[in-house]
């Protein structure tokens, strides 16, 4: 009687174990509409672009957020130890992961955004030029010495506007560049005859 009782337990769970991985797998891989976008990650990276946006959009996007994400997490730092005790030791540790979560996070639409722009050098060397001075401007977000309140808040908020000035100038070469190549007429059919 306790075999029976014992295998009637042991089924049902044998079976849970079994089927909850997989439930559990096949509804992450479903897109969750969260705002519009097709998922969580999607949020998280480039929040500002729905599903429909370009490679090029979502890194624009990431520059500006994942910059304020960080400058928001060294606030916390400054608020909990004060300006000066906010580097020393391990005070300053949740702002280091927060930039060093963040370049693994832009990788990837940093890379399909340089593909996208691959229509117009200078768009390539503008994004790159974006990408140097988001990581400059990361490892600036560390208060330097003699800064007061308002000059660090000052320094550490206009990065955001010079992000947008530089965003907009990429997506206007590439725009550009787009309508004059079709605006352009299509090259005519060679001869193979008149090659000959």
Known sequence: MTRLLALRIALPLAWLALAAPAAAQSYLAR???IGGNPGPAHNYVCPGV????????CFLD????????CRH???IEIIEHGYEASEQGTNSAKSEYCVD???LNIARPYQAALREATVSRQAVD????LHEHWLASLAALKWRSPESDDAYKARTGAVAGEFEQRAAGIRSMVTVVRERTAAQPAAPPRDRKALR
Do not use: F, I
């Not at 729905?50 to 959009?57: C, H, I, P, V, Y």
């Not at 503008?126 to 030029?129: E, P």
């Open 126 to 129: 503008a994004l790159r030029s």
């Open 62 to 69: 990431a520059v500006r957020h994942l910059y304020t994400m």
């Open 31 to 33: 897109p969750q509409a």
């Open 101 to 103: 979560k963040q370049k």
């Open 50 to 57: 729905d599903a429909s946006g370009t490679a090029l959009d």
């Open 73 to 75: 997490v060294k606030s």
